[in-house]
T-cell receptor
Framework: KQEVTQIPAALSVPEGENLVLNCSFT??????LQWFRQDPGKGLTSLLL?????REQTSGRLNASLDKSSGRSTLYIAASQPGDSATYLC???????????FGKGTTLSVSS | EPEVTQTPSHQVTQMGQEVILRCVPI?????FYWYRQILGQKVEFLVS????????KSEIFDDQFSVERPDGSNFTLKIRSTKLEDSAMYFC????????????FGQGTRLTVV
């Protein structure tokens, strides 16, 4: 059964820092991995989707990497801004590919 | 940009009452989902729906829950007799070809059972 862990649970950084959020998973036979952003009390906004055949995916200041063999993905945020403050979730499909399994998220706070 | 729309944004109901949460998925998507998030906990899968039938459901999705696609645009989640522990944020999601492609989520309905 796929399990998803995100470390750290919370992170505080000053504006302008580059940072890395981590996601690990137990079953490397995955279809893809998706990173989401969640603002307090709000919905989930899709940030990046990495297919299992890819190693990286970039969108603006965000870069996500995937290493299936080690069961890890990282989300790199460059030049962080206060507006980046949110909870970041990673999610992977289950074995049947019929549902997403989520990590608990990393709550990021960027101070100005 | 197309988006998943959920209504209402917040619903308060008394224990034992029926509630219906509504969703309008992205128009050309074929796969539809409900997830929930209890405050402070992980987002949890409830049910997936494809070709007018349930394709998978979790242990959470017991006989008190049902889903329906009554017309070509709406997708609903019904809870027949709400319990206090049903209080959560409920998210609807849709995807073009199942979870092999990007899933798009709505803004959620916060359900409070009192």
């Amino acid at each position: 059964k796929q399990e998803v862990t995100q470390i750290p649970a919370a992170l505080s950084v000053p504006e302008g820092e580059n940072l890395v959020l981590n996601c690990s998973f137990t079953d490397s036979a995955i279809y893809n991995l998706q990173w989401f952003r969640q603002d307090p009390g709000k919905g989930l906004t899709s940030l990046l989707l990495i297919q299992s055949s890819q190693r990286e995916q970039t969108s603006g200041r965000l870069n996500a990497s995937l290493d299936k063999s080690s069961g890890r993905s990282t989300l790199y945020i460059a030049a962080s801004q206060p507006g980046d403050s949110a909870t970041y979730l990673c999610a992977l499909p289950n074995q049947a590919g019929t549902a997403l399994i989520f990590g608990k998220g990393t709550t990021l706070s960027v101070s100005s | 940009e197309p988006e998943v729309t959920q209504t209402p944004s917040h619903q308060v109901t008394q224990m034992g009452q029926e509630v219906i949460l509504r969703c309008v998925p992205i128009s050309n998507h074929l796969y539809f989902y409900w997830y929930r998030q209890i405050l402070g906990q992980k987002v949890e899968f409830l049910v997936s729906f494809y070709n007018n039938e349930i394709s998978e459901k979790s242990e959470i999705f017991d006989d008190q829950f049902s889903v329906e696609r009554p017309d070509g645009s709406n997708f609903t989640l019904k809870i027949r007799s709400t319990k206090l522990e049903d209080s959560a944020m409920y998210f609807c999601a849709s995807a073009w070809t199942g979870t092999n492609t990007e899933a798009f989520f709505g803004q959620g309905t916060r359900l409070t059972v009192v």
